[in-house]
């Protein structure tokens, strides 16, 4: 919405929030859903959310957001390239220096990258020097 808020920019604001809070109501409190139900409120929640974050959003906010979404894919490539993912265990955290061993990478630049991914949410880190898979980066591994 920038400086100036609009009547209609603020209107749509508060539909959209009021959409929302429907959505989040009914994917919480709705009983035994089949995989399509569930799909379609997810995908309603996730649209009213980037709605939302559109029209607050400024416009360096939105350029920040895109960059860190350009450099969170290129950490992707990299180490689904380096085969990363599958050399960090799924019940356990590994160590930077194990993990650049099993992988063949040089751990300064093996843990810069990995930290992108932690400030993201892909991976998380267990500990000062340990890496360790989320659900987001499990995806990632051979069979998902």
């Excluded at 035994?32 to 995908?43: D, F, V």
């Excluded at 400024?58 to 990363?84: K, R």
């Excluded at 930290?115 to 990632?140: K, W």
Aim: proline content about 4%; aromatic content about 4%; glycine content about 6%.
């Amino acid at each position: 919405m920038g400086t100036s808020r609009s009547v209609e920019d603020c209107h749509a604001l508060r539909q959209l929030g009021t959409n929302l809070l429907g959505a989040i109501t009914e994917y919480t409190l709705r009983g035994k859903m089949n995989l399509a139900q569930e799909t379609s409120l997810q995908s309603s929640i996730l649209k009213l959310t980037r709605d939302i974050g559109n029209l607050v959003a400024q416009p360096q906010e939105q350029w920040l957001s895109h960059s860190i979404q350009s450099n969170e894919t290129a950490a992707i490539e990299l180490f689904n390239e380096w085969h990363v993912f599958q050399h960090i265990p799924l019940e356990q955290p590994i160590s930077y220096m194990e993990l650049g061993e099993h992988v063949e990478v040089d751990v300064p630049l093996l843990r810069r990258i990995a930290r992108m991914l932690v400030a993201t949410g892909v991976l998380t880190e267990a500990g000062p020097d340990r890496v360790a898979h989320t659900a987001r980066s499990a995806i990632f591994l051979p069979g998902n």
